[in-house]
């Protein structure tokens, strides 16, 4: 079968093209709409890393993940941005459309009531003709679209870069049989530099045709340029491709490096905003506070609204230890202590795993198991209320049903709370020695029982 020709071709694609707005609107709409859900997807994933993921309590050892999840956040308004303003401008194009049908004359400037000669020719020369406008908002609509593909694209692959590097360097990925965690993660990030670097030198190589003279040389530049870049950028190189040597090849040098720059230095800003209002939230600090006397990061002065079932947002992360209010009344406090993945080398020197013992069944040494472990950590975690430590409570294991989070109920009898204002602490053995303690979590709340009744 013949190929069609270029003409014939380019004529097909014009057609296309001009009648390809409708599906663009609907395109939108329903992106919109999908897109809407990527932030809370984003706020659930950092959630997700910070107890089942992260290395270490503080906020500090998380930077490059918070990092991360900054840059995906602001990719993902941008991402919706874009959408809304490509809907908007197209609906605004249908109807200017629609307009030029009703009055095919479009603007006549010779007819305009109480404008003089000149100001009629300053309105010319300001505005044209209806016409080229509509077409001008066109081409500015069908490259908004691709800008909106191309920005979920790059964020798609970087975020795939990211997850990559993430997964082979975190320790809490890979189990521990698999071996030494740092010497794993040095030679997969030296074979992730190499095949990043591949392409840069294969364009330096391809500038010098003495050295492609060799063809081992020139089976390499081949090589590095078509197939290390789809290595680093899986499932999206190939339209990210199309789209940007469209734009590199068609802009102006100048105007785009202009572009790119300015996009680079405003997306930049935005991310390093979310950065730090996303640190400063985890510190329990915030951001745009400037009253001089307001409270700082005190859990003992501070009422912080996570920490309370009643008052914590849906999307909001589950702190270490949290309460249902805090106001307190009844015979029983439920306390939930969240267990964190970090915790596990805490854990380790104070708990011993149990052995299964020979010619027990399946489900008898799962509940086995659970006893001895809960046992343990009914002893790990120390908790008290104001002076008083309680040693004898009861401890079961438990997942949030909301977040998903594991952890462990306590159900602490308040006979002993003092009318008012009490300090709830909850603390964990350093270094498996008991006697060397750290705040996992501190919360304050008032007790009231008995009054009002």
């Known amino acids: 079968m013949e190929s069609e020709p270029v003409k014939d071709r380019g004529t097909v694609l014009q057609d296309l093209a001009s009648n390809s707005w409708n599906l663009e609107m609907i395109i939108s709409g329903a992106a919109i709409f999908l897109v809407s859900y990527l932030p809370g997807l984003i706020d659930r994933l950092l959630w997700y890393y910070f107890e089942n993921l992260a290395s270490g309590p503080t906020v500090r050892s998380s930077t490059l993940p918070v990092l991360a999840y900054s840059f995906t956040k602001v990719a993902a308004w941008v991402l919706i941005g874009t959408f809304v303003v490509h809907f908007i401008l197209r609906a605004f194009w249908v109807g200017l459309v629609g307009l030029h049908a009703v009055f095919p004359q479009g603007i006549q400037y010779d007819k305009l009531p109480w404008q003089s000669d000149f100001s009629q020719g300053i309105a010319r020369k300001s505005f044209g003709q209806l016409s080229d406008y509509i077409h001008r908002l066109d081409r500015l609509s069908n490259q908004i679209f691709s800008l909106a593909f191309l920005v979920a694209l790059m964020g798609l692959g970087i975020s795939l870069i990211y997850l990559f590097i993430f997964l082979i ?11 030494d965690t740092k010497l794993r993660s040095l030679i997969l990030l030296a074979l992730v530099l190499v095949v990043a670097l591949m392409p840069a030198l294969a364009q330096w190589l391809s500038r010098r045709p003495e050295r492609l003279k060799n063809p081992w040389m020139a089976r390499f530049v081949n090589v590095a340029i078509r197939y290390a870049p789809a290595l680093m950028l899986p499932l999206v190189y190939r339209p990210l491709s199309y789209i940007n040597l469209i734009y590199t090849s ?6 785009l490096f202009g572009s790119l720059f300015l996009v680079t230095l405003v997306f930049t800003l935005f991310v390093m905003f979310v950065f730090a209002k996303t640190t400063m939230h985890l510190r329990g600090r915030d951001l745009f506070a400037r009253q001089s006397f307001f409270g700082q990061n005190s859990n003992e002065f501070k009422l912080f609204s996570a920490h309370y079932d009643k008052m914590r947002k849906p999307d909001e992360l589950l702190p270490a230890v949290s309460i249902p209010s805090d106001v307190v009344e ?11 993945k970090w915790l596990d080398r805490r854990i380790e020197p104070f708990c ?6 020979a010619g027990i069944s399946v489900d008898a040494w799962r509940t086995y198991k659970d006893s001895v472990n809960l046992d343990c ?7 008290s209320v104001n002076d008083s430590v309680y040693g ?11 977040i998903g989070s594991n952890g462990l109920y306590a159900y602490v009898p308040t006979a002993g709370f003092r009318q008012g204002k009490n300090i709830l602490s909850v603390k964990t ?13 501190q919360i304050p709340f008032w007790y009231y029982g008995g009054q009002g009744e």
Request: hydrophobic letters at 35%.
């Open 330 to 340: 009844g015979p029983v406090l439920r306390v939930f202590v969240s267990y964190r």
């Open 392 to 402: 004898k409570i009861d401890w079961i294991f438990h997942t949030q049903p909301e």
């Open 429 to 441: 053995p350093l270094g498996g020695k008991a006697d060397s303690l750290a705040v996992y979590g």
């Open 169 to 179: 360097t975190n320790p809490n990925v890979f189990p521990a049989w698999m071996g």
């Open 352 to 357: 011993e795993q149990p052995r299964q013992p």
């Open 250 to 255: 068609n802009v102006p040098r100048r105007r």
């Open 377 to 383: 950590l009914s002893r790990f975690f120390q908790l």
